[in-house]
Structure formats: C-alpha cells, structure tokens
C-alpha cells in the first residue's frame, strides 16, 4: 500500500490532505447509506477516461488507483485509501471523467450515481464541504498540470488561438497548448494527425479527433461540457447568461427547488469574469478574481441542481404564447415557465479604423493572466477610465514594461475607486494621460503601432505598441429580444418601475398588478445585471438582483 495519496511530487503534506481527506468511520458510514457496497478485485477497472456520468466512489477496504492515460503512458495520479474518496467538479456537473480509476488493492468500496452523490452534499453540510473543498481542490490541480484531455495547437500571434485558450481556461478545462512557435516537436505532431499550419488553431480532443479551426461549441461538444437538453421538459426557470448576476439567480432558484437551466453563450463569469481582481466586493478584504469568483459560484449552482449549458447561448425569445420558449443557436428550443435575461453587456469597440482587424492579434477586451502572458515586458494601453480599466492597469503593471492609461477627461476621480485611482498615481510603471484617445492602429497581422491624439491641443504622437486593452462604456446584450421587450434609447431592458404606461400598453400587459421591481413587458420574464436599464453596474448589485428576481418567480409561478 502506498504511503502517499498523491503520486506527483511538490505538494505540501497539508494541502495533500486538503485534496484528498480521510473520512472519520462515522462520515465513511453516512456515504454508504446513499450508495451501494461493492466487492472490487485487483485490476479491475472502475472508470475509464472520457466515461460520462463517473460514478463516486469511497473506500471502505483495499485501495483505489487514479491514473493518467496519454500518449506518453500510464501516469500514476493518486492512490486512496481506505477513508479516501474519488472525484472532481466534473462528476457535479456530469461531464466526461478525465482520468482513469482502478483497484490497486481488493476490497471494498462504497459506490454513488451522481444523483446520489448530489443528495449527499445538498442534505449533509458537513460531508458537503469535505468533499466539494477537495473537488474544487483537485480541479485547480488538474488546471495546474495539465492533465486533461484536449491538447490546444496554436501560436500566440492568432486571434482564433487567444480565442480558444480563454474559453477552455474560463470553462475551467485542463488543457495542454504546443506553441507552433516555440515548440520543436511540433511538426511531427502535425504529421502525426494530418493537419497544417493553416488549420490553426487545431484542437486535439480525447487524443484521437481533430478539430480545425473549431468554434467554441465545436469544442464544448467535443469534450461534452455540456449534458443533452430534453426539448420536452418544461423548465420552472431558464436563466439566459452566466455572469454574476445569472449566476446568483442560478444559486437561489436552484437551492429552493426550481427546475433551472443556464444558458451560456461563452463561458460563467460574464464580463466580470475577465476581471484580474476584484477587491470591493463584499467578504474577499484581499480580493477575488473574477474567474474564481465566476467558478465558486457555479459549483454552487450545479451543487443545488442546476444545469449548466455553455458554448449555447440563445437567439430569440418566442414571446407570443406560454410556456415561454427559448430559441437557441443551435436551432433547439427550450421551453420555460419563467425567464430571467441577464445576457449582461460588452465593451464598447473604438471608432477607429482598422480595430477589428486586430482583435485578438493585439486589441483586448479583458486582462486576464491569459493576456498578461502575451505583454510581458512590452508597453501597453489600456483605454478607459473606470473600475475594469484600472483594475487592468495595475494587473497588466506587474509584468508590463510601461502602461499608458488614456481617458478623455481630466482624470479618473469621477469614475474610478479611490483606491484604483492611488494605485495607478502611486505606480511607477503606469502613466495617465488624460484628454487622450487612440486615433489610428497599425500593422500587419499583429498590431505593431499605436497613433493617439491629444483632444485639447489636436497633438499626436505615434509609439510602437502591440497590445491595447479596450475598456470604455459597453453595449447591452440585448439585440435577441427586439420585439419582444421594452428596451430604453441605448439597447438596456426596462424594468419595473422604469417601464412608463406607454411601454405596457404597447405590449398589452394582460394582468391587473403592475410588473414587479425587475419584471420586463412580459409577465414572468425578468432581467438583472448589466443588460437592464438603470444598473448600477457592481458585481455586488449585480448578485443582488440575481438573488432578489427569485423571490418574483416564485411569486409569477403561484399566479
């Protein structure tokens, strides 16, 4: 029997018991009522890489091996043992199983379906946070060293590669990436599966298939993040996006007993996900990432139940008829009680010519350690006076050689947070230029030069920069719902209070009471976060009428 429960070396002995804890008897016993006692014999195997819906297992006697396949071999991971239980977030959410498990030892082992094991942690708070602290443990572990099954083939100068690093990396999907650049083995591997330089990005998926130049669903599909919607099954609750907001609402209405669904056209976190860290949201003193942040709260969500659908978001609301049905862009549709929008909002793209030629191949959207990596030691630009913008300041300052902050006013006390605005006055690699903004880009097929203009005196000045990160005003996800909802002269639902009698009698609102606080023109549709009309635009706020929407489903699923 092994003296370690973890094969791989350079892991403190504290956080090896964080990853996989010793069940008391007692806690041994509590596991066993939800599940079976199985007789395993040595050898045999219990879970094979890429088997969906793996069940959980504990170990009464005996001792279980988890094991890496590859092309490599068979990598030894970890070894339980009696008291030891497996799993990771996957089995939560019902994904594939990434590693093979199977007995080193004869013995025992008590054996739970998923449904089973989601039983156990809703019902018993103590087992509950022994073994969702050990999943969540274990899934950064996998993140951290690669031990997944997809290989990522690309170059960091490609738009379709920055692309898919942030998708899987979002989605929290362990990945390994071959750089055409660096990588001196890599064309033996392009031989090796029948592809080129110009099918990159390629995605190699369980080892065997390959996708050319996938789009995020390709690749969803491909690695089964997602479970098959039943087009039958009328849902109490589809939430439409992922972001704190969504999130919230998928924590709340799942924990009290709705059928939920959520759909996500990309990956959780929203665009609070793309943040580097979030410091004034209320219980982290030092600070979350948004991605943390973003994956914390969707194991809540599936820990209660909810399905998670990402890589599939939706295209149209059919409003005219109930139940509500939700057009997806696939072309399945979704039927659904009630509807919570929070498809959130984006930043807004420069008048500038030529941006979009470099979207991804210079020009950013978020900073995240993803983009970080690409500007070490370069300049960089980031645009926009407001939490994001300086939040990406002072991340990007840490590896940056110099950032150049540029807002059009004087300065950045009327949008930013005291603290942000210290910082970035405080660091000496970070420099403001107000009365600033970016007049013209160039390049080739990466961003080379950066012309910006000084609004006061008309002044340019042209630096050879690669990388601008945009982060000014931002555009409503809301372009899916025109004809159905009241929507305000920028694009943002209107709610509640905010919808004038105009706006219900041009939808026919058919009930005597008055729409609730963030009720749309639709009785039972409601919309939070970023995308309505008067948000307040905090993560904070957003979480809040996430939560509060729920407390009005209940109330429209009673009428």
């Not at 973890?6 to 008391?24: C, H, K, M, Q």
């Not at 009698?501 to 549709?525: I, K």
Request: proline fraction near 5%; glycine fraction near 10%; hydrophobic fraction near 40%.
């Amino acid at each position: 029997m092994s003296d370690t429960p973890f094969a791989v070396s350079g892991i403190p002995a504290e956080r090896l018991e964080r990853l996989f804890p010793t069940l008391t008897p007692a806690q041994l016993e509590r596991v066993g009522r939800r599940g079976s006692l199985r007789r395993v014999l040595a050898g045999e195997v219990l879970v094979e890489p890429g088997q969906s819906a793996p069940h959980f297992f504990a170990v009464r006697s005996g001792e279980i091996e988890i094991r890496r396949i590859s092309d490599a071999g068979e990598t030894p991971v970890a070894a339980c043992r009696p008291g030891m239980f497996t799993g990771e977030v996957n089995m939560l959410s019902g994904r594939r199983g990434l590693l093979q498990i199977r007995v080193r030892e004869a013995g025992e082992i008590f054996d739970l379906e998923r449904e089973h094991l989601i039983e156990l942690v809703q019902t018993d708070g103590e087992l509950g946070e022994v073994i969702l602290r050990a999943f969540i443990l274990r899934r950064v572990e996998l993140i951290a060293r690669g031990f997944g099954d997809a290989a990522l083939v690309g170059s960091n100068h490609d738009a379709g590669t920055l692309r898919l690093k942030e998708f899987l990396t979002r989605n929290g999907y362990p990945y390994a990436f071959i750089d055409l650049d660096r990588d001196e083995a890599v064309q033996t591997l392009l031989d090796r599966f029948h592809v080129s330089v110009s099918d990159v990005p390629v995605v190699i998926c369980r080892g065997d298939l390959v996708l050319r130049n996938p789009s995020n669903r390709q690749v969803a599909d491909c690695l089964g993040l997602n479970e098959e919607l039943d087009p039958a099954r009328v849902r109490d609750l589809v939430v439409v996006g992922a972001g704190p907001a969504g999130l919230a609402a998928a924590v709340y209405g799942a924990s009290e007993g709705l059928d939920v669904l959520v759909l996500e056209s990309d990956a959780p976190g929203g665009q609070a996900g793309l943040s580097s860290k979030i410091e004034n949201y209320l219980g982290f003193p030092t600070g979350i990432t948004g991605q943390d942040l973003a994956a914390r709260a969707y194991t809540q969500a599936i820990k209660f139940g909810a399905q998670m659908v990402v890589a599939r978001g939706g295209r149209r609301l059919a409003c005219d008829r109930k139940p509500y049905a939700l057009d997806l862009e696939d072309g399945s549709r979704v039927p659904a009680r009630t509807v919570v929008i929070a498809t959130g909002a984006k930043y807004r793209r420069l008048a500038v010519n030529n941006l979009a030629k470099f979207e991804g191949v210079g020009v950013y959207f978020g900073a995240t350690f993803v983009e970080a990596q690409l500007c070490r030691n370069d300049e960089v630009v980031v645009v926009g006076g407001g939490n994001s913008a300086g939040q990406a300041a002072t991340f990007l300052a840490e590896t940056a050689r110099r950032v150049h902050v540029l807002v059009r006013r004087s300065g950045l006390a009327e949008t930013m947070s005291r603290y942000l605005v210290r910082r970035i006055e405080e660091n000496p690699a970070i420099a403001l230029r107000p009365f600033t903004e970016i007049a013209a880009v160039e390049g080739g097929d990466h961003l080379e030069q950066v012309v910006w203009r000084d609004s006061r005196t008309g002044a340019t000045e042209t630096r050879a920069i690669r990388h601008v990160f945009v982060m000014t005003g931002a555009d409503p996800g809301s372009d899916w719902l025109a004809g159905c909802l009241a929507l305000d002269p920028k694009g943002f639902v209107r709610t509640g209070p905010d919808l004038s009698p105009e706006d219900l009698a041009a939808a026919r609102w058919p009930l005597p009471r008055p729409p609730h606080l963030l009720e749309t023109t639709l009785p039972g549709v409601f919309a939070v976060g970023d995308v309505r009309s008067g948000n307040v635009k905090r993560v904070a706020s957003a979480v809040g009428e996430g939560s509060i929407a729920i407390s009005m489903v209940h109330q429209v699923l009673k009428e």
